[in-house]
């Protein structure tokens, strides 16, 4: 399979390929862009892991008893299961808390900048957030 872009077609995790396969599931790639072959050791440029948590929502759905689950890449920063989030939502900003990680049906300690996850949301209160709480588009930050 011939890949150009940042994510691997066959699983969508960020593309870091090892030993001319996708890192995350295997598969084989063949790298390549108009100039030639990339190098195997290239990698995808992402955001500094030590500047404050920045990620974009892309899509929201809400899990009862869970939380709205908000997704989207990373684009900066780190945030840890229970860390605390600024939730920017209709020009309007609130506190919420990550109460758990999920990457690919794999439950995560940590987001890290580049990966595409799941965050699942609750508000300070420990109280569900309702669909209209969180919207693709928004922006989650450092807390």
């Known amino acids: 399979m011939t890949v150009s872009a940042q994510f691997c077609p066959n699983c969508g995790a960020p593309l870091t390929v090892v030993a001319g396969k996708c890192a995350f599931c295997e598969a084989p790639l063949a790298i390549s862009t ?84 799941g965050l699942i949301l609750q508000s300070e209160k420990h109280k569900d957030l309702d669909r209209a709480d969180v919207s693709p588009g928004d922006h989650l930050g450092a807390g």
């Open 34 to 117: 108009p100039t030639g072959p990339v190098a195997p050791h290239d990698t995808v440029p992402v955001g500094d892991p030590h500047a404050p948590f920045s990620m974009t929502v892309d899509d929201v759905f809400v899990i009862k008893g869970k939380g709205a689950v908000a997704t989207g890449r990373v684009a900066a920063g780190t945030v840890r299961v229970g860390g605390s989030l600024v939730l920017e939502h209709g020009g309007k900003t609130r506190t919420v808390v990550c109460t758990a990680i999920e990457m690919f049906r794999k439950q995560l300690d940590e987001a890290t900048p580049g990966q595409n996850v």
